[in-house]
């Protein structure tokens, strides 16, 4: 069956450090691979999606994500973490013709000043 | 370009009431979704309309739950009678895949409705 695992549930950074965010799947085949970021009471926005080619996608607000298969990962990237940057980080995987998503638990990221 | 809408926002009920949750989806798309995300957890599928018929409802909980999707736009998603354990942020989302999916289509969240129960 397919699952996405994000294994960390909380993430603590100081505003300027650099930031990666894990996620791995479960997927028999290429899978389609999003990343959503949610800020309180908001519903998620989409931060990059990967679905083939270069393996390194650039995003919104600075974030890249790197897809590894041989590591079944995609993880979530950004040089300098900003303030405005402390929410609530979703991975999902959308198998190819489906389009139904399957979101890990998520990852909280607090940002010290 | 209007965003996903939703309401209620907020919606505080005791167990055993009956509640409904209202979507309409960024004109045009075809693929309509429900999802529940329960406190400290991921959003989980609970229905996918396209256009108005059922792709996937396999995670509905039928003896309580219904969705509909009347003219292929507006969605409505019910509780009836509600249980505690439904206390959870409702979310709509719609892309605009439509048969064959293209390349990059993506789904757009609407803010969710807040469920209470007590």
């Known amino acids: 069956a397919q699952s996405v695992t994000q294994p960390d549930i909380h993430i603590t950074v100081s505003e300027g450090a650099s930031l990666e965010l894990r996620c791995n799947y479960s997927y028999g085949a290429t899978p389609y691979l999003f990343w959503y970021v949610q800020s309180p009471g908001q519903g998620l926005q989409l931060l990059l999606k990967y679905f083939s080619g270069d393996t390194l996608v650039q995003g919104i607000k600075g974030f890249e994500a790197e897809f590894k298969r041989s590591q079944s990962s995609f993880n979530l990237r950004k040089p300098s973490v900003h303030w405005s940057d402390a929410a609530e980080y979703f991975c999902?995987?959308?198998?190819?013709?489906?389009?139904?998503?399957?979101f890990g638990t998520g990852t909280r990221l607090k940002v010290l000043a | 370009e209007a965003g996903v809408a939703q309401s209620p926002r907020y919606k505080i009920i005791e167990k055993r009431q009956s509640v409904a949750f209202w979507c309409n989806p960024i004109?045009?798309?075809?693929?309509l979704y429900w999802y529940q995300q329960i406190l400290g957890q991921g959003p989980k599928l609970l229905i996918q309309?396209?256009?108005?018929?059922?792709?996937?409802d396999s995670q509905l909980p039928k003896d309580r739950f219904s969705a509909e999707r009347l003219k292929g736009v507006d969605s409505t998603l019910k509780i009836q009678p509600a249980k505690l354990e439904d206390s959870a942020v409702y979310l709509c989302?719609?892309?605009?895949?439509?048969?064959?999916?293209?390349?990059?289509?993506?789904?757009?969240f609407g803010q969710g409705t807040r469920l209470t129960v007590v």
């Open positions: 989302a719609s892309s605009l895949v439509r048969g064959q999916a293209p390349v990059g289509t993506e789904a757009f």
């Open positions: 309309f396209q256009n108005n018929g059922v792709v996937d």
């Open positions: 999902a995987v959308g198998p190819s013709g489906t389009y139904k998503y399957i």
């Open positions: 004109s045009g798309h075809a693929t």
